[in-house]
């Protein structure tokens, strides 16, 4: 019972972790804009397996998201018209899965206490508060993933002690790995096969894996996977596997791909922001199980969930902070099993090089803190000139939880953990939810989408817009909105003179005017929009215009 209550409060916390922000944080450009547009086609065109960015097919990731997002749409009764929050919901349910799962994995390697550690941290870390206000692959990944992993730890846990292995676990196993596939590919096989490889190089014993069912397994991952890419792949003629595989997956390991290309070295910089606040902690507790892994097999599971993904990743060349995600529940059930030892035994002396490591964390935690709290103060006002109140609530809480994360004891104690959970949770709440929303200088796309309504002539008119040419602009205004450059508004404009509007930055007013002038016409200006397009950096002053009459 006390288990089931356990279980209850994470998944509500986790949703209370990421609730805030999920309807007043407009769009981000660029990549969850390009995924809830393709599914709002999805719902216009009431084609579930094609993937379609307005004319242009969008094959870079398999279909499972927009499923789910999909299913988010209809049953918030809105279909297409679906505001943005309702995308939302399915990673904000993803990471509380994905808490879900972690907990019941800490529950039966380490026991409760661990268990809720380890939901706590996962619910708390600045990557899944992230991810879960974002709807796009990450978060639901995340949640087969960790289902995924902690149905594996289970079996090689029972195997090794020669113990019955529970008949759920590896259909658990197989149905995430299956789902996995659908909504990004590879990535749970490869942690997990990562970690058997990396089990297997150390104890070279491989009997446990007939545990897993493996004919079976992949039959199921057949029967899960498989349709739809038979699907798509005779409906694109061909085109999605070479894309996703020959060019997006294959891209990324080969070169950098889409302006991320990075040196190793990338993942140990973020980790500190993507980990915090509790990545100090995790970096202690991952060094005592280094020192006791050859002890343990549970530990040496933790360190194999973690370790050889984490350096797959720092190798390919193509680096975005939420790749090396999947990895970090493993640190986090280390948190949770740090717990369980005697005092004495958790904070026994680190070896000098593993003293250097976890300074260096410290600091990382330090700049990480000062930073959050002086975005939280400083952002509004350097981007609106105004001081927001809540800024200072913001800032308290991000550099509370840095300073209870603080520890000089390795081992941190379950209230002390739930106190730092608690104000990462205001800080992103605040963050989120408030102070980015209020940075009305970086929105361009919604005052523009207000600009629009508010003035245009027909309940047919079709927006084109030359130079900004962000998903987002499409995801609110329409899926018919055309995205040009200044020669092309002009042909819109002079294709339906009557209803037609145009966006153009201001600078290109003149010329806009003389492509029209041929045909004896000119616009108006009937808005105007300034403000800093965050994706290129750009300052923009871009004005709606119509023909005149």
């Given at each position: 019972?006390?288990?089931?209550?356990?279980?209850?409060?994470?998944?509500?916390?986790?949703?209370?972790?990421?609730?805030?922000?999920?309807?007043?944080?407009?769009?981000?450009?660029?990549?969850?804009?390009?995924?809830?547009?393709a599914t709002k086609q999805m719902a216009e065109s009431g084609d579930y397996v094609d993937i379609r960015f307005q004319e242009a097919s969008r094959y870079q990731k398999p279909v499972g998201i927009y499923w789910l997002q999909s299913a988010a749409v209809t049953l918030s009764g809105k279909?297409?018209?679906?505001?943005?929050?309702?995308?939302?919901?399915?990673?904000?349910?993803?990471?509380?899965?994905?808490?879900?799962?972690?907990?019941?994995?800490?529950?039966?390697?380490?026991?409760?206490?661990?268990?809720?550690?380890?939901?706590?941290?996962?619910?708390?870390?600045?990557?899944?508060?992230?991810?879960?206000?974002?709807?796009?692959?990450?978060?639901?990944?995340?949640?087969?993933?960790?289902?995924?992993?902690?149905?594996?730890?289970?079996?090689?846990?029972?195997?090794?002690?020669?113990?019955?292995?529970?008949?759920?676990?590896?259909?658990?196993?197989?149905?995430?790995?299956?789902?996995?596939?659908?909504?990004?590919?590879?990535?749970?096989?490869?942690?997990?096969?990562?970690?058997?490889?990396?089990?297997?190089?150390?104890?070279?014993?491989?009997?446990?894996?007939?545990?897993?069912?493996?004919?079976?397994?992949?039959?199921?991952?057949?029967?899960?996977?498989?349709?739809?890419?038979?699907?798509?792949?005779?409906?694109?003629?061909?085109?999605?596997?070479?894309?996703?595989?020959?060019?997006?997956?294959?891209?990324?390991?080969?070169?950098?791909?889409?302006?991320?290309?990075?040196?190793?070295?990338?993942?140990?910089?973020?980790?500190?922001?993507?980990?915090?606040?509790?990545?100090?902690?995790?970096?202690?507790?991952?060094?005592?199980?280094?020192?006791?892994?050859?002890?343990?097999?549970?530990?040496?599971?933790?360190?194999?969930?973690?370790?050889?993904?984490?350096?797959?990743?720092?190798?390919?060349?193509?680096?975005?902070?939420?790749?090396?995600?999947?990895?970090?529940?493993?640190?986090?059930?280390?948190?949770?099993?740090?717990?369980?030892?005697?005092?004495?035994?958790?904070?026994?002396?680190?070896?000098?090089?593993?003293?250097?490591?976890?300074?260096?964390?410290?600091?990382?935690?330090?700049?990480?803190?000062?930073?959050?709290?002086?975005?939280?103060?400083?952002?509004?006002?350097?981007?609106?000139?105004?001081?927001?109140?809540?800024?200072?609530?913001?800032?308290?809480?991000?550099?509370?939880?840095?300073?209870?994360?603080?520890?000089?004891?390795?081992?941190?104690?379950?209230?002390?953990?739930?106190?730092?959970?608690?104000?990462?949770?205001?800080?992103?709440?605040?963050?989120?939810?408030?102070?980015?929303?209020?940075?009305?200088?970086?929105?361009?796309?919604?005052?523009?989408?207000?600009?629009?309504?508010?003035?245009?002539?027909?309940?047919?008119?079709?927006?084109?817009?030359?130079?900004?040419?962000?998903?987002?602009?499409?995801?609110?205004?329409?899926?018919?909105?055309?995205?040009?450059?200044?020669?092309?508004?002009?042909?819109?404009?002079?294709?339906?003179?009557?209803?037609?509007?145009?966006?153009?930055?201001?600078?290109?007013?003149?010329?806009?005017?003389?492509?029209?002038?041929?045909?004896?016409?000119?616009?108006?200006?009937?808005?105007?929009?300034?403000?800093?397009?965050?994706?290129?950096?750009?300052?923009?002053?871009?004005?709606?215009?119509?023909?005149?009459?």
């Open positions: 019972m006390a288990l089931n209550r356990n279980y209850i409060l994470l998944f509500l916390f986790s949703l209370m972790m990421t609730a805030s922000g999920l309807a007043s944080l407009p769009p981000i450009d660029r990549d969850e804009s390009r995924f809830v547009q279909g297409a018209e679906a505001p943005i929050w309702v995308y939302r919901t399915v990673s904000a349910l993803g990471i509380a899965i994905a808490v879900l799962a972690i907990a019941w994995t800490g529950t039966n390697l380490f026991g409760a206490n661990a268990g809720v550690v380890a939901g706590l941290v996962m619910a708390a870390i600045f990557a899944t508060a992230f991810e879960g206000r974002d709807a796009k692959t990450d978060a639901m990944l995340l949640a087969c993933c960790v289902a995924a992993q902690g149905a594996l730890a289970q079996i090689y846990l029972a195997s090794r002690r020669n113990e019955p292995v529970a008949g759920h676990l590896w259909w658990i196993f197989w149905i995430a790995q299956g789902a996995a596939i659908l909504i990004k590919g590879p990535i749970a096989p490869l942690l997990s096969a990562l970690t058997i490889a990396v089990l297997f190089a150390f104890e070279r014993d491989g009997r446990w894996l007939s545990k897993l069912r493996i004919g079976r397994g992949l039959l199921l991952v057949v029967v899960i996977a498989l349709p739809w890419l038979a699907a798509i792949t005779w409906k694109s003629h061909g085109a999605f596997l070479q894309q996703a595989v020959g060019k997006d997956m294959l891209g990324k390991i080969a070169s950098g791909e889409e302006s991320h290309g990075l040196p190793p070295g990338f993942y140990m910089l973020t980790y500190s922001l993507f980990m915090w606040p509790f990545g100090l902690i995790a970096v202690g507790a991952g060094l005592q199980a280094l020192n006791r892994l050859r002890d343990d097999p549970r530990l040496r599971f933790c360190l194999a969930w973690y370790i050889p993904f984490w350096l797959v990743f720092e190798l390919i060349p193509t680096k975005l902070p939420h790749y090396v995600l999947p990895a970090y529940p493993g640190m986090a059930l280390l948190i949770g099993w740090l717990l369980t030892l005697q005092p004495e035994d958790a904070n026994a002396p680190l070896k000098r090089w593993q003293t250097w490591l976890w300074w260096s964390t410290a600091f990382g935690l330090v700049v990480v803190s000062l930073g959050l709290a002086a975005v939280c103060v400083g952002a509004p006002i350097y981007l609106t000139h105004t001081f927001s109140w809540w800024s200072i609530p913001a800032a308290v809480a991000a550099l509370g939880a840095g300073y209870l994360a603080f520890s000089r004891q390795l081992q941190v104690p379950l209230p002390r953990i739930g106190a730092i959970a608690a104000c990462a949770g205001i800080t992103y709440g605040l963050l989120f939810g408030v102070i980015a929303p209020s940075l009305k200088p970086i929105w361009l796309s919604p005052a523009i989408e207000a600009a629009v309504s508010a003035n245009k002539p027909c309940d047919t008119t079709v927006l084109a817009s030359a130079r900004y040419q962000e998903p987002s602009l499409v995801f609110l205004v329409g899926t018919k909105t055309v995205l040009t450059d200044v020669g092309g508004l002009a042909e819109h404009l002079l294709a339906d003179p009557a209803c037609a509007l145009g966006l153009a930055p201001t600078e290109d007013e003149q010329k806009l005017n003389g492509m029209l002038s041929v045909q004896g016409k000119s616009v108006n200006r009937v808005a105007e929009v300034d403000g800093l397009n965050y994706s290129s950096g750009d300052k923009l002053s871009l004005g709606l215009y119509r023909v005149a009459p």
